[in-house]
């Protein structure tokens, strides 16, 4: 592995070139341990949605590039797929694209109100603070840090993916 620098961030390096010759946006990597198990997740994305054959083509187009860099000394599974509907925002761009839209939000710890669920419109980000306007037209703001998620509202017109 590339000294300095951790599994997620390698992968991205090698991912990226692959998922533009492939005209997709690499959306997301995660590695992440579910039990006694390990997997990569390559989230991909283009306009008009995912096919299975975009997933295919990337799978293939990493696990080469996977084995060469060998930046992974356990086993895993690798897992290439959508980020779908309810997609995760995680990345500064990912929020900046999708000013505008409606978002669910999940915080860590109950809101004053108690309720630890919110949906609202994404109306600003940045250097980690969401800004959003509430149903009733009040903004609100918080710290990305004090969240479970935010994800696009599953009835989200999702737009153009940015190239």
Not at 54 to 80: H, T, W
Not at 121 to 147: C, H, I, M, N, Y
Request: charge should be negative; aromatic fraction near 10%.
């Amino acid at each position: 592995m590339a000294k300095g620098l951790n599994t997620v961030a390698v992968v991205t390096q090698l991912a990226a070139p692959v998922a533009q010759a492939l005209s997709l946006v690499l959306w997301d990597v995660r590695f992440e341990k579910e039990g006694s198990s390990w997997f990569l997740r390559i989230f991909i994305d283009k306009d008009g949605g995912v096919t299975i054959d975009d997933c295919e083509n990337m799978s293939r187009g990493i696990d080469k590039l996977l084995d060469e860099a060998d930046p992974i000394e356990q086993s895993y599974f690798l897992e290439v797929s959508s980020p779908g509907l309810g997609r995760e925002l995680r990345k500064d761009w990912h929020f900046e694209r999708f000013l505008g839209r409606e978002v669910r939000v999940r915080f860590i710890r109950p809101l004053e109100d108690g309720s630890r669920d919110l949906t609202a419109r994404l109306t600003g980000f940045e250097k980690g603070a969401v800004t959003v306007e509430k149903q009733d037209s009040t903004p609100f703001s918080f710290e990305l840090k004090d969240t479970a998620f935010v994800k696009l509202n599953d009835d989200a017109d999702l737009g153009e993916i940015p190239d």
